[in-house]
Protein backbone atom coordinates (compact mmCIF):
# COMPACT_ATOMS: atom_id res chain seq x y z
CA UNK A 1 0.00 0.00 0.00
CA UNK A 2 1.06 3.65 -0.38
CA UNK A 3 -0.18 6.74 0.75
CA UNK A 4 -0.05 10.34 -0.82
CA UNK A 5 -1.36 13.42 0.26
CA UNK A 6 -1.93 16.07 -2.44
CA UNK A 7 -0.58 18.70 -0.46
CA UNK A 8 2.70 17.25 0.67
CA UNK A 9 3.06 16.16 -3.46
CA UNK A 10 5.38 18.82 -5.07
CA UNK A 11 4.16 20.30 -8.24
CA UNK A 12 5.69 22.00 -11.13
CA UNK A 13 4.46 25.06 -13.24
CA UNK A 14 3.09 24.59 -16.57
CA UNK A 15 0.99 26.78 -18.79
CA UNK A 16 2.17 29.81 -16.68
CA UNK A 17 0.02 29.53 -13.40
CA UNK A 18 -1.01 25.92 -13.58
CA UNK A 19 0.59 23.15 -10.90
CA UNK A 20 0.60 19.82 -12.07
CA UNK A 21 0.97 17.04 -9.68
CA UNK A 22 2.61 14.05 -10.83
CA UNK A 23 0.23 11.61 -9.15
CA UNK A 24 0.63 8.50 -11.76
CA UNK A 25 4.72 8.49 -11.51
CA UNK A 26 5.35 9.07 -7.90
CA UNK A 27 2.60 6.28 -6.82
CA UNK A 28 3.75 3.68 -9.88
CA UNK A 29 0.13 3.56 -11.48
CA UNK A 30 -0.09 1.68 -14.87
CA UNK A 31 -3.51 0.97 -15.47
CA UNK A 32 -4.16 4.04 -15.99
CA UNK A 33 -3.43 7.93 -15.94
CA UNK A 34 -3.86 9.96 -13.07
CA UNK A 35 -2.62 13.52 -12.25
CA UNK A 36 -3.67 16.41 -10.44
CA UNK A 37 -4.01 20.12 -11.64
CA UNK A 38 -3.82 23.13 -9.07
CA UNK A 39 -4.94 27.00 -10.53
CA UNK A 40 -2.84 29.66 -8.75
CA UNK A 41 -5.48 32.11 -9.03
CA UNK A 42 -8.96 32.36 -9.61
CA UNK A 43 -9.22 32.92 -13.74
CA UNK A 44 -6.45 30.64 -14.44
CA UNK A 45 -6.47 27.32 -16.27
CA UNK A 46 -6.64 24.06 -14.27
CA UNK A 47 -7.16 21.60 -17.19
CA UNK A 48 -5.42 23.29 -20.30
CA UNK A 49 -7.40 23.23 -23.65
CA UNK A 50 -6.69 19.69 -25.24
CA UNK A 51 -7.97 16.86 -26.47
CA UNK A 52 -7.50 13.36 -26.07
CA UNK A 53 -6.85 12.41 -29.92
CA UNK A 54 -3.62 11.21 -29.76
CA UNK A 55 -3.37 8.95 -26.61
CA UNK A 56 -7.40 7.83 -27.46
CA UNK A 57 -8.09 7.91 -23.38
CA UNK A 58 -11.66 8.96 -22.14
CA UNK A 59 -11.19 10.96 -19.20
CA UNK A 60 -12.57 11.55 -15.40
CA UNK A 61 -12.17 14.86 -14.32
CA UNK A 62 -13.01 15.54 -10.60
CA UNK A 63 -13.22 18.77 -8.85
CA UNK A 64 -11.16 18.24 -5.28
CA UNK A 65 -10.98 21.35 -4.21
CA UNK A 66 -12.86 24.73 -5.39
CA UNK A 67 -14.86 25.35 -8.33
CA UNK A 68 -14.46 25.31 -12.04
CA UNK A 69 -16.22 25.85 -15.39
CA UNK A 70 -15.47 23.33 -17.54
CA UNK A 71 -15.99 23.78 -21.58
CA UNK A 72 -16.29 20.05 -23.62
CA UNK A 73 -16.93 20.19 -27.32
CA UNK A 74 -18.15 24.10 -26.69
CA UNK A 75 -20.96 23.43 -23.88
CA UNK A 76 -19.85 24.71 -20.37
CA UNK A 77 -20.63 22.93 -17.33
CA UNK A 78 -20.51 24.55 -13.62
CA UNK A 79 -18.48 22.34 -11.28
CA UNK A 80 -18.03 22.92 -8.03
CA UNK A 81 -16.07 20.43 -5.74
CA UNK A 82 -17.29 17.21 -5.48
CA UNK A 83 -18.20 17.26 -9.20
CA UNK A 84 -17.02 14.35 -11.82
CA UNK A 85 -16.94 15.73 -15.32
CA UNK A 86 -16.54 12.20 -17.39
CA UNK A 87 -15.54 13.31 -20.76
CA UNK A 88 -15.72 9.77 -23.06
CA UNK A 89 -14.96 11.34 -26.45
CA UNK A 90 -11.52 11.85 -26.88
CA UNK A 91 -11.91 13.94 -29.74
CA UNK A 92 -13.95 16.43 -27.82
CA UNK A 93 -11.83 19.46 -27.28
CA UNK A 94 -11.86 20.38 -23.31
CA UNK A 95 -10.76 23.11 -20.64
CA UNK A 96 -11.20 24.16 -17.38
CA UNK A 97 -10.81 27.66 -15.84
CA UNK A 98 -10.78 27.92 -11.83
CA UNK A 99 -13.20 30.33 -10.38
CA UNK A 100 -10.96 29.91 -7.16
CA UNK A 101 -7.59 30.36 -6.45
CA UNK A 102 -6.45 26.58 -5.17
CA UNK A 103 -8.44 25.12 -7.51
CA UNK A 104 -7.84 21.65 -7.78
CA UNK A 105 -8.72 18.48 -10.12
CA UNK A 106 -7.67 15.51 -10.26
CA UNK A 107 -7.50 14.08 -14.32
CA UNK A 108 -8.57 9.69 -14.19
CA UNK A 109 -7.83 8.75 -18.15
CA UNK A 110 -7.10 5.17 -20.12
CA UNK A 111 -7.98 3.72 -23.67
CA UNK A 112 -11.56 2.98 -23.78
CA UNK A 113 -12.74 -0.83 -23.14
CA UNK A 114 -8.94 -2.57 -21.40
CA UNK A 115 -10.54 -1.91 -17.94
CA UNK A 116 -11.49 -5.30 -16.81
CA UNK A 117 -14.55 -4.72 -14.72
CA UNK A 118 -14.78 -5.95 -11.05
CA UNK A 119 -17.57 -8.38 -10.34
CA UNK A 120 -18.75 -6.48 -7.53
CA UNK A 121 -19.83 -3.57 -9.85
CA UNK A 122 -22.81 -6.02 -10.91
CA UNK A 123 -23.82 -7.43 -7.33
CA UNK A 124 -23.24 -4.44 -5.02
CA UNK A 125 -26.46 -2.98 -6.10
CA UNK A 126 -27.66 -6.13 -5.87
CA UNK A 127 -27.59 -6.09 -2.36
CA UNK A 128 -30.34 -4.11 -1.01
CA UNK A 129 -32.85 -6.31 -3.24
CA UNK A 130 -31.11 -9.46 -1.65
CA UNK A 131 -31.94 -7.44 1.98
CA UNK A 132 -35.59 -7.65 0.98
CA UNK A 133 -35.68 -10.86 -0.58
CA UNK A 134 -36.51 -9.36 -4.58
CA UNK A 135 -34.60 -12.24 -6.23
CA UNK A 136 -36.78 -12.37 -9.56
CA UNK A 137 -34.68 -8.17 -9.28
CA UNK A 138 -31.78 -9.76 -8.63
CA UNK A 139 -31.44 -12.52 -11.21
CA UNK A 140 -31.27 -10.21 -13.81
CA UNK A 141 -28.85 -8.04 -12.77
CA UNK A 142 -26.76 -11.15 -12.02
CA UNK A 143 -27.15 -12.81 -15.47
CA UNK A 144 -25.93 -8.79 -16.69
CA UNK A 145 -22.48 -9.73 -14.76
CA UNK A 146 -22.39 -13.14 -16.14
CA UNK A 147 -23.01 -12.33 -19.54
CA UNK A 148 -19.46 -9.72 -19.07
CA UNK A 149 -17.79 -12.06 -16.82
CA UNK A 150 -19.02 -15.53 -17.62
CA UNK A 151 -16.86 -18.05 -15.47
CA UNK A 152 -16.30 -15.97 -12.21
CA UNK A 153 -16.83 -17.80 -9.01
CA UNK A 154 -18.67 -14.55 -6.80
CA UNK A 155 -21.49 -14.10 -9.19
CA UNK A 156 -22.22 -18.03 -10.45
CA UNK A 157 -23.00 -18.29 -6.48
CA UNK A 158 -25.41 -15.59 -6.36
CA UNK A 159 -26.91 -16.82 -9.07
CA UNK A 160 -27.10 -20.39 -7.83
CA UNK A 161 -29.19 -17.97 -4.04
CA UNK A 162 -31.32 -16.34 -7.04
CA UNK A 163 -31.81 -19.90 -8.14
CA UNK A 164 -32.44 -21.66 -5.02
CA UNK A 165 -34.96 -18.86 -3.91
CA UNK A 166 -36.97 -18.75 -7.29
CA UNK A 167 -37.44 -22.18 -6.83
CA UNK A 168 -34.82 -24.20 -9.35
CA UNK A 169 -32.60 -26.34 -7.27
CA UNK A 170 -31.12 -28.03 -9.97
CA UNK A 171 -29.93 -25.12 -11.82
CA UNK A 172 -28.86 -23.96 -8.03
CA UNK A 173 -26.84 -26.97 -7.99
CA UNK A 174 -24.94 -26.39 -10.99
CA UNK A 175 -24.36 -23.11 -10.30
CA UNK A 176 -23.02 -23.50 -7.04
CA UNK A 177 -20.87 -26.40 -8.28
CA UNK A 178 -19.22 -24.63 -10.87
CA UNK A 179 -18.80 -21.48 -8.49
CA UNK A 180 -17.12 -23.73 -5.87
CA UNK A 181 -15.19 -25.55 -8.22
CA UNK A 182 -12.75 -23.03 -9.26
CA UNK A 183 -13.02 -21.12 -6.05
CA UNK A 184 -13.38 -24.04 -3.20
CA UNK A 185 -12.85 -20.92 -0.26
CA UNK A 186 -16.25 -19.22 -1.06
CA UNK A 187 -17.67 -22.22 0.62
CA UNK A 188 -17.29 -21.02 3.96
CA UNK A 189 -19.38 -17.60 2.99
CA UNK A 190 -22.06 -19.42 1.83
CA UNK A 191 -24.87 -18.75 5.13
CA UNK A 192 -28.24 -18.57 2.76
CA UNK A 193 -30.34 -21.20 4.15
CA UNK A 194 -32.00 -21.75 0.66
CA UNK A 195 -28.59 -22.51 -0.68
CA UNK A 196 -26.63 -24.84 1.98
CA UNK A 197 -28.63 -27.78 1.28
CA UNK A 198 -27.58 -27.26 -2.51
CA UNK A 199 -23.92 -27.48 -2.25
CA UNK A 200 -21.88 -30.16 -3.39
Not at 90 to 110: H, N
Amino acid sequence: MKLLRLDDLEGFNVFETLVWKPVRKTLGVTAFGINAYVASNEGDLVVEDHDESTLGHEEIYVVLRGRATFTVAGEEVDAPAGTLVYVDDPAEQRSAVAREAGTTVLAIGAVPGRHDVSAWEYFFPALPLIEENRWDEVKPMIEEGLAAKPDNAALLLYLARCEAHLGDPEAARRHAARALEQRPDLREYVTDEALLPLLP
